[in-house]
């Protein structure tokens, strides 16, 4: 991969996430000024994860099929860009329902398509280890970023431009799309049933069952950290400080990871994230005190950082060639997508049924069958040196 690639999938990454830490803090608060209700804003919210459940895996379906990626990450950028620009002529709920329903299913599929092509090139170089962190950590650095830029722009001049700057992403993002460039993908025809003999290895399912239970404990940390951190009596700017922490401490795990995955086996990485995943939650849960807190969020490294980076490599394990697309999609489906969902609306009857540390046992339990899952995988047999 050469420094211009390498740039240009830095940029990828860090304006698809940027566009995230737009949409995940503030659409909700544009959507209010709109006039919705809560329960309005829920359901639009809500598109963020359910499109994930169907999006991704028919994109990388249709990615494996043409054995095409970047082709069709320029397509739906451009498509994306494209749909956000409505947002300017919507009016009624039901608008803004199809809207967000329809933009977020073509964005979907960036992200899967995008790390499977990243993957792709640096494996083909055998620079996994070295480079995959240190280009990753540009979608947190553009996360950071955006929420820092979007909070003091919205404060000053008011939530009412929240379109202009997701347009303003988009549409670069689009462009950035046209310096992306892979190995050529080997053209081979789809043998019908392949995807469902990698299935049968209960292997896989162990891994992407430890993927679900990771993201369904983090669903809580997504939708209500926030509203934690404000019942015990911390202003926003208080708030936004915390969330910078724990992604300034994943953007520090990529800069590293070389050293961590070149010395660990990936379900070793795993399962170290499991624990920390366990031990985090209970600090949230049951010492909610500031450098209790900071810690905790410090953790992030781990429980993000380090789960995303080793299931990423894991993954190749079983899906390559023409399944890597579709292998990617299906851990972004089955985690993001099933696990986001379910962990938010679980987290949601915890937060209003019982105690909201509750909704943080939740997770510190998830955790705790995540590792159990990862702990099934079968021992692999090395060739004696």
């Known amino acids: ?68 990626r970047i082709r069709i990450i320029r397509f739906c950028a451009c498509l994306a860009a494209v749909t956000f620009l409505c947002i300017f002529f919507l009016q009624s709920y039901i608008a803004f329902f199809i809207w967000m329903f329809v933009l977020h299913t073509i964005l979907s599929s960036l992200m899967p398509l995008g790390e499977s092509a990243t993957v792709h090139a640096l494996f083909k170089d055998n620079s996994f280890d070295k ?116 992604v300034g401490a994943e953007v520090i795990f990529f800069y590293f990871q070389s050293k961590v995955l070149s010395r660990l086996d990936a379900e070793v990485v795993l399962q170290i994230a499991f624990g920390i995943g366990v031990f985090r939650f209970i600090l949230i849960a049951f010492f909610p005190v500031t450098w209790v807190l900071i810690l905790a969020q410090l953790m992030h490294a781990g429980t993000f950082g ?33 696990g986001g969902t379910l962990g938010g609306l679980v987290a949601g009857w915890l937060w209003e049924a019982t105690q909201p540390r509750n909704v943080f046992v939740m997770s510190a339990l998830a955790c705790g069958l995540a590792g159990m899952a990862i702990g099934k995988l079968r021992p692999r047999h090395y060739p004696a040196r």
């Not at 996360?143 to 700057?165: D, N, S």
């Open 1 to 68: 991969m050469t420094p211009s690639v390498r740039w240009a999938f830095g940029s990828f990454f860090f304006l698809y996430f940027a566009y995230i830490g737009l949409v995940s803090p503030y659409a909700s608060l544009f959507f209010l000024d709109r006039g919705f209700s809560v329960i309005e804003i829920a359901v639009l919210m809500s598109m963020l994860q359910i499109t994930r459940i169907v999006g991704p895996f028919s994109w990388g379906w249709l990615s494996d099929y043409l054995s095409d």
């Open 131 to 246: 480079r995959y962190g240190r280009l990753r950590l540009w979608g947190s650095i553009g996360f950071i970023a955006m929420v820092l830029f979007a909070g003091e722009l919205f404060q000053r001049k008011g939530i009412e431009l929240y379109p202009i700057v997701g347009a303003v992403i988009l549409i670069f993002l689009a462009l950035v799309t046209f310096r992306l460039h892979e190995p050529k993908m080997e053209r081979r025809k789809m043998v019908k049933g392949e995807l469902l003999i990698v299935l049968f290895n209960p292997d896989v399912r162990w891994f992407l069952l430890s993927g679900f239970f990771m993201i369904f404990a983090h669903a809580a940390l997504y939708v209500f950290y926030s509203l934690y951190l404000a019942d015990l009596g911390y202003d926003k700017f208080q708030i936004g400080l915390f969330w910078a922490l724990g």
């Open 306 to 338: 380090a789960h995303h980076s080793a299931a990423t490599k894991l993954l190749q394990r079983w899906f390559t060639g023409p399944l890597q697309a579709r292998g990617q999609a299906l851990m972004a489906t089955v985690s993001y997508g099933l």
